[in-house]
DNA sequence: CTAAGACCTGACACTGACGTTAGATGCAAG
DNA sequence: CTTGCATCTAACGTCAGTGTCAGGTCTTAG
């Protein structure tokens, strides 16, 4: 398929991905005219790296530890994994973060609510 | 105190400071040659400010619900009350994400722990 | 073959929360 | 009073992901 239905296959624009390409995290063949073609791997592979972007991964990260994703088996990936293993507790003190914050949102909402009833009765 | 001080105690740059009185985050009394003075209660009124930052609120968003922080029972807040939840919903959602996205990291720390014994040991 | 639409590269624009710099002024200590 | 550090305003720089535009090429339907 060519970059137009990938992209709409995979919800992103066709901008974002030619710079995923570009920050070396997706490949594509060309065709003799110079387009890029892709297979329907691709439609999760893109899937898989809005995960990491959503996650807070910029595209450099996401491409030092793309090779755990190709080949786990490669020992070269030794820096790879670290990197796995450090960006996965980084979420999760970020999912603390935000679940402190969320609480404080919390009691904020309670000390509002008295004032606000059929809102709070929406909830 | 003087910005500089706030700045150490509430462990954030005077930039920072600056800028978030810029957006109507803050106040401050200024001295008779224009400096900005602070009380205590700003270490703390910051420190939350960077939870909600942290949470991924801007800082438009923050400037529209402190009605809320200040004033608990007036009822000009409506609109920042309404704000205050979808903000706390929108948190919600991006922390599934997040829980997402480390499961998907998981899944693959896991397909490459085999291949690294030492790292895997010390985890 | 031709028109239309998808695609190409390259480049500039934008947003947001700051960092940084420049040049001027405030303020406390000796 | 002076020295020197803190602060002031104003303005430009940064980064990352993406929008958008320009000017040209490829592909496919008719």
Redesign the interface.
């Known amino acids: 398929m060519r970059i137009g239905e990938l992209a709409a296959r995979a919800g992103v624009s066709v901008r974002s991905l030619r710079y995923y390409e570009e920050q070396g995290l997706i490949t594509s063949t060309r065709s003799a005219g110079g387009q890029r073609h892709y297979t329907d791997g691709d439609i999760e592979r893109v899937a898989?790296i809005q995960?990491?972007y959503?996650?807070?991964l910029s595209s450099r990260t996401i491409a030092e530890?793309l090779p755990?994703?190709e080949s786990?088996?490669?020992?070269n990936?030794?820096e790879a994994?670290?990197r796995?293993?450090r960006?996965?507790d980084r979420?999760?003190r970020?999912?603390e973060?935000?679940?402190?914050?969320?609480a404080?949102?919390?009691r904020?909402?309670d000390?509002?609510r008295a004032?606000?009833g059929r809102?709070a009765a929406a909830?």
């Open positions: 898989f995960r990491l959503a996650a807070g530890l755990c994703v786990p088996s490669e020992q990936s030794a994994f670290e796995l293993v960006e996965r979420i999760s970020h999912v973060e935000l679940v402190t914050a969320r404080a949102l919390d904020l909402i000390a509002n004032h606000h809102l909830r």
